[in-house]
């Protein structure tokens, strides 16, 4: 039995001491320099810079949830469904007593992403589940928390609706502050969802337009998504 021992580290070289002195010379007056740009930047500046990261948050988070989507269940200008698979259609038949034909509002398969005005007229967006604890008492009375699949959008917002008015909804605020965007020159009167053409069952791209609140003005926003692998029932006839 052999016993193997690492093998000594070579120290470096007086050319890679360096580059190394350089390169960290170089980051050392990026960083600075960015440091006192920030410093330097008036309100309204910052603002935007703020706006910028706001932004690339609400991105990630969207981008994640589309990456994980299944299909469209529901869209609309303020509000889109997302159905979230729990196991893969592929190779599963159809039927009413199919798991993938049931759709348990319990096993977090929906979200939706919702724009939502605040008391103040201001707008914020929320990402929204069924809650499950909640669901347990208005249980008591429907006895039912599954659902059948359907492509029919409006289906799917009496759902929404029934959750919301069970006050069996959860909700996370993804952002906040956001007003109506300006677009071609025109205000807006709502935030909203935007969807490439098709169905709900053959759709896979959607943006948000929106606007974050500023003291000067409105600073424009937008994010975008897509459904990256798409897995349509087979109710929807072989959409993809």
Request: glycine share 6%.
């Amino acid at each position: 039995m052999s016993t193997r021992f690492p093998a000594a580290r070579r120290a470096f070289t007086l050319v890679e001491l360096l580059i190394a002195t350089v390169i960290t010379s170089m980051i050392s007056l990026s960083v600075a320099g960015l440091l006192s740009f920030v410093g330097e930047m008036s309100a309204g500046q910052e603002n935007r810079v703020s706006a910028v990261v706001r932004v690339a948050g609400v991105q990630a988070r969207v981008a994640r949830l589309a990456l994980e989507a299944r299909m469209f269940l529901e869209m609309r200008p303020e509000r889109v469904a997302l159905w979230l698979p729990s196991e893969m259609l592929e190779g599963a038949e159809s039927g009413s007593e199919s798991n993938f034909d049931i759709i348990n509002l319990e096993e977090d398969e929906i979200v939706w992403l919702t724009w939502e005005q605040q008391e103040d007229g201001r707008w914020r967006l929320l990402e929204q589940r069924p809650d499950s604890d909640a669901l347990d008492l208005v249980a008591l009375e429907i006895q039912n928390l599954e659902v059948y699949f359907t492509s029919d959008g409006a289906y799917w917002d009496s759902v929404y609706t029934w959750l919301r008015d069970n006050d069996a909804l959860d909700s996370s605020v993804l952002a906040e502050g956001i007003a109506a965007p300006t677009i071609a020159g025109v205000v807006q009167a709502t935030p909203s969802f935007k969807y490439a053409a098709g169905t709900n069952c053959s759709a896979r791209w959607f943006a948000g337009e929106y606007a974050f609140q500023d003291p000067e003005a409105p600073i424009n926003a937008r994010f975008d998504a897509a459904i990256a692998f798409p897995d349509p029932h087979p109710l929807c006839g072989g959409s993809s």
